[in-house]
């Protein structure tokens, strides 16, 4: 099959068409070799066919974006329009009409269309009503209307981006917005980019592009507008595989705090990593993922992405890591009854045995939190007996000590203490216990 016709209709979510399309015939009547054939004789002959009514709303649907981008073009004219106003004649806005105010809120982003429309153009039509000619036909047709449009669209664009300057890089998003949704995040490449009017390659335009793109959760589309922005070539950004830019881009991302944008990348990543069967690089990757939704309080989401690797397939410590992982983000989200329900069957999985001892020590915490005092107290008992020398102990001795005092047992709250500060030093509550001796000490030798 010719690979961009295979791409574009993969684009134009006409997958089933394009199975057919096999051979150089039928791209011969792509071109016309059948003149008799036409668009319009085959919407004709299907008038009341569900799959030729399917095929026009979708390119209704190409009509629709246009609208919204053009709504979005004219709020940005008028909007420079009044600034102009404002700057020649000084107007006193608040004395204006509210309807001319040059405050105009520009509701329609490229970035939001996509969110919009994404779905729908995703979305696969039936044709196997059309024979392989009619097909080729709907093919053409679709791609024709796209670029129509998308070339209407890129002109306008122009235009507003020299009369707003200002808003140039939003006015260049969305000169985008029909090239993204045709061609998907994983099939865009170089000569997509060129087939983009002379004025948006230009290098300045592109490093703002790329930024954007991110911003869409396109990471392959960035990776192209990167590639091409390094002093307009490509040779040496593309040293860089694909791997090495979505892991240094996502790192940035997470430092910026743009955390979806960085997930995104992590997720392409992912994707290709699977692809390969680098099951372990897909496995750290999910693991470093469901950490960063639970560090910025998104537990819930932390649960559903480490529990892609609760399964029976999922082996050894990978599996053990992930169980553990689940029960903590489960207690990050106060799910307490729920960390004890599945830490029975943690327990009981030979999987876990290297991360028992974590396993156990959420368990304990979870039950004291969620008021199932007997249950803690059996773990706890359990945990010291089987893990004696684990420094996570000291914790369980030092709720121990803490109950003693509070029944005013300062004699049975030293004890524990000291036996704390002798069996665990490294403990992260070190200096916290020494403090409690050093009072219970002092408050002794007043009382004496």
């Not at 790329?210 to 990471?219: G, I, Q, S, V, Y």
Request: net charge negative; aromatic share 8%.
């Amino acid at each position: 099959m010719n690979k961009d016709v295979a791409y574009i209709m993969r684009l134009g979510c006409l997958l089933a068409i394009l199975l057919l399309l096999v051979s150089k015939q039928v791209e011969a009547e792509v071109t016309g070799a059948d003149e008799a054939l036409s668009y319009q004789t085959i919407s004709q002959k299907y008038a009341n066919h569900p799959q030729m009514r399917a095929f026009k709303r979708r390119l209704e649907l190409i009509s629709d974006v246009k609208k919204d981008i053009e709504q979005s073009f004219t709020q940005q004219r008028q909007q420079a329009l009044d600034n102009l106003l404002d700057d020649t004649l000084g107007t006193d806005l608040s004395l204006a009409p509210l309807s001319q105010s040059s405050q105009i809120e520009i509701k329609i982003s490229a970035v939001d269309l996509l969110k919009k429309y994404s779905k729908q153009f995703t979305e696969s039509l039936d044709a196997d009503a059309f024979a392989e000619d009619e097909q080729a036909v709907l093919l053409n047709e679709y791609s024709l209307q796209i670029r129509k449009v998308s070339d209407q669209v890129a002109q306008r664009a122009q235009s507003v981006a020299a009369a707003n300057p200002d808003q140039a890089m939003r006015v260049m998003a969305l000169s985008l917005v029909l090239p993204l949704l045709h061609v998907p995040d994983e099939y865009w490449q170089a000569k997509d980019l060129e087939g983009l009017p002379g004025w948006v390659q230009e290098s300045i335009n592109l490093i703002q592009l790329e930024d954007f793109a991110l911003r869409a959760h396109r990471p392959m589309t960035a990776y192209v507008f990167a590639s091409k922005s390094v002093n307009g070539t490509t040779a040496d950004f593309q040293k860089r595989d694909i791997k090495t830019y979505l892991e240094g881009t996502g790192d940035r991302l997470l430092r910026e705090e743009r955390y979806d944008d960085a997930i995104e990348c992590f997720e392409v990543a992912k994707a290709a990593a699977l692809k390969r069967n680098d099951h372990e690089y897909v496995s750290e990757t999910i693991f470093r993922e469901a950490q960063i939704l639970d560090d910025i309080g998104r537990h819930e989401d932390a649960v559903a992405m480490i529990q892609s690797l609760l399964t029976p397939e999922t082996q050894g410590n990978t599996f053990g890591k992930a169980a553990m992982l689940h029960l903590k983000y489960l207690y990050s989200d106060k799910n307490y009854g729920q960390v004890l329900d599945a830490s029975i069957k943690y327990q009981e999985d030979e999987r876990t045995q290297n991360y028992l001892p974590q396993i156990l020590y959420i368990t304990w915490v979870a039950a004291r939190l969620g008021n199932t005092e007997t249950l803690a107290e059996v773990t706890r008992k359990q945990f010291v007996k089987t893990f004696p020398d684990h420094i996570l102990a000291a914790d369980m001795y030092f709720s121990q000590a803490m109950n003693s005092l509070a029944r005013s047992d300062y004699q049975d709250c030293q004890r524990i203490i000291e036996y704390i500060i002798y069996k665990y030093p490294n403990s992260r509550l070190i200096k916290r216990v020494k403090e409690i001796k050093e009072r219970i000490t002092k408050s002794t030798e007043v009382k004496n």
